[in-house]
């Protein structure tokens, strides 16, 4: 009798854990992790630089930094002032930027140009890339002594100096993304009849943006080293000069605005390439996006 009973009260074909089960809710797919950085906005670079203003303004609140081994940020912020209620400040500037624009651009436009007869010609290669490559092997601040003796002392030499920097890291990235371009694209274009100036155009040149803006961020960093340097050669007007006539004089704080200034200009220029970069680069899928 008991026998039946429980036979009855477990029908066949129902296993003993369905009943456990059954209250369980089915389980959804799992979120995938997401492995990348994910976009950043150009405030989120901020966050380094504002971190490195308060562990300076910190250290010398708190004496860890002597004044004598660096200006407090806001003697800094007082003496940039100063320099700006008696005019030095902008008399010096526009000089800087005037050579670093200058030296930018000649320096960028032939690193491009180089590039291209290098990177889209076999003769080209042969001629441009071997001295480009014993360039890139001599510091540019090396040839200075043989600039002022071919160019003199004054803006020619600064300029060209700047322009002979930059154009080493713009030819150097543009070349390789240049060869690097897939060659089923090549291909393509051979079969559709492009001509040559239509495949630098549709082909080339978009397959080596990536490149040369890897390039022109490179070089604007470049520009603005070179500058520093360059000021400081009997120079009579500029943030260099600025710097060095401080130096003479001992006063740390003008200096420290010079290396700020430098900085900022740095940061606005590199973040002005990154936003170029990310328009004319919108059609690529990438980490960042």
Partial sequence: MTATVIGRARPSGVRVGSARSAGRQPQGPRRARRLAPGTSGPLFRLVGPLLLLAAWASASATGLLSAQTLSAPWTVVRAAGDLFADGRLQDNLSPSLVRSGLGLAAGVAAGL?????????????????????????????????LAILWLGIGEPMKVTLIALAVLVPVYVTTHAALRGVDARF??????????????????????????????????????????????????????????????????????????????????????????AERRALSWRRSLAR
Avoid: C, H
């Fill in 113 to 145: 140009a180089l590039a291209l007869v290098a990177g889209l010609s076999r003769w080209g290669e042969a001629l441009v890339d071997g001295p480009l490559q014993v360039k890139r092997s001599i510091p540019t601040l090396a040839l200075i002594p």
């Fill in 186 to 275: 090549v291909e393509l274009a051979e079969s559709v009849g492009l001509s040559r100036g239509a495949f630098v155009r549709r082909v080339a040149l978009p397959g080596a943006l990536p490149g040369f803006f890897t390039g022109l961020r490179m070089a604007v960093t470049v520009s603005w080293l070179a500058l520093v340097v360059v000021e400081q050669i009997n120079a009579t007007s500029g943030i260099g000069y600025l710097m060095t006539q401080a130096r003479t004089y001992g006063q740390t704080d003008v200096i420290v605005v010079g290396l700020v200034l430098y900085g900022v200009f740095g940061l606005v220029s590199d973040t002005a390439v990154r936003w």
